[in-house]
């Protein structure tokens, strides 16, 4: 398919075990965007890739969060030692560059993740 | 900084009429983009419409409009025709400048429910 994928669709792990949320972007999308959206809140921004470069990280929650992206497509979030706070929907978006008001970020399905 | 409010936590319409889903945003930039996502139950943000704030014209796009009032700085989606599959949660969004990396603000969402 053309729209940006994630996976897994689900996760369940327990307290303490490392994830890995992957996303795969709109091909020819320089610019990747991980939010969180916990149940019923907002979006909560996360981190921005242009590239394979994310110069900033401030709205990660806590160094146990970091991410990746390699060869300018694929972006890896690993979250260490989850707690039950992490347990949200994590959303992948991609667009075709960073800046500019009428830049359109395309979003993927998300990946339920929940902390036991 | 930028914000976006959304007033309306819940919306009822019945099918086949049309509904206005409010949004309000400040900002001290001349120049933004704002953005109408759906999201329905199954978790994924679905890009619906952009206006600009340069924008002379309304933005439509089938059965969704824009009305924008930039003096009032609100940016109201309407629906026409409402039909089943447009039960979800809508977010409005706001970008702004032209150069370097901006935020995509996020307001809080307005749960919309068609009824036969």
């Known amino acids: 398919g053309a729209g940006v994928s994630q996976s897994p669709s689900n996760k369940v792990t327990e307290k303490g075990k490392d994830v890995e949320l992957r996303c795969d972007p709109i091909?020819?999308?320089?610019?990747l965007y991980w939010y969180r959206q916990s149940l019923g809140q907002g979006l909560e921004f996360l981190i921005y890739f242009q590239g394979n470069s994310a110069p900033d990280k401030s709205g990660l929650p806590s160094d146990r969060f970091s991410a990746e992206r390699t060869g300018g497509s694929v972006s890896t979030l690993t979250i260490q030692r989850t707690q039950q706070e992490d347990s949200a929907v994590y959303l992948c978006?991609?667009?075709?560059?960073?800046?500019?008001?009428?830049?359109?970020?395309?979003f993927g399905p998300g990946t339920r993740l929940t902390v036991l | 900084a930028q914000k976006i409010t959304q007033t309306q936590p819940g919306m009822f319409v019945q099918e086949k009429e049309a509904v206005t889903l409010d949004c309000t945003y400040d900002?001290?930039?001349?120049?933004?983009?704002l953005f109408w996502y759906k999201q329905p139950s199954s978790g994924e943000m679905i890009f619906l419409i952009y206006q600009g704030s340069y924008d002379e014209q309304n933005a439509t796009e089938g059965r969704y409009s824009l009305n924008f009032q930039k003096a009032r700085k609100s940016a109201n989606l309407v629906i026409s025709a409402s039909q089943l599959g447009d039960s979800a949660m809508y977010f409005c969004?706001?970008?702004?400048?032209?150069?370097?990396?901006?935020?995509?603000?996020f307001g809080k969402g307005t749960m919309l429910l068609v009824s036969p």
């Open positions: 900002t001290s930039d001349q120049s933004y983009g």
């Open positions: 091909s020819g999308h320089t610019a």
């Open positions: 978006a991609s667009s075709f560059r960073t800046s500019g008001r009428s830049d359109t970020q395309y």
């Open positions: 969004a706001m970008r702004v400048g032209d150069s370097g990396y901006s935020t995509l603000t």
